[in-house]
Nanobody, 116 residues
């Protein structure tokens, strides 16, 4: 069974930083494409950042210059460093992994709350 496990969410003040982690295990094997998505109540889940197997990254305009996605292929893990957080970054963050061979998985979600 493919499984993605997230960690690192929490409460932070505006301007603060958090680092999210996501680790893959089980039948999914090595991850080809990693994404971070986020969702707030009543809104569609949105793509925040992605990183390919070759290390190419892409970001939503709203987080460019503040968030950095990275991956560790040896650990089959992915990270999202979030700096200069804003209240509008408050959401449940989900990691997504695709192994390039038809298997994909989602993490369970981790709450990020930016508030003073």
């Amino acid at each position: 069974q493919a499984q993605l496990v997230e960690s690192g969410g929490g409460l932070v003040q505006p301007g603060g930083s958090l680092r999210l982690s996501c680790a893959a295990s089980g039948s999914i094997g090595a991850i080809y494409l990693w994404n971070w998505h986020r969702q707030t109540p009543g809104k569609q889940r949105e793509l925040v950042a992605s990183i390919s197997s070759g290390g190419t990254t892409d970001y939503a305009d709203s987080v460019k210059g503040r968030f950095t996605i990275s991956r560790d292929n040896e650990k089959n893990a992915m990270y999202l460093q979030m700096n200069n957080l804003k209240p509008e970054d408050t959401a449940v963050y989900y990691c997504y992994g695709y192994n390039g061979q038809g298997t994909e998985a989602w993490g369970q979600g981790t709450q990020v709350t930016v508030s003073s």
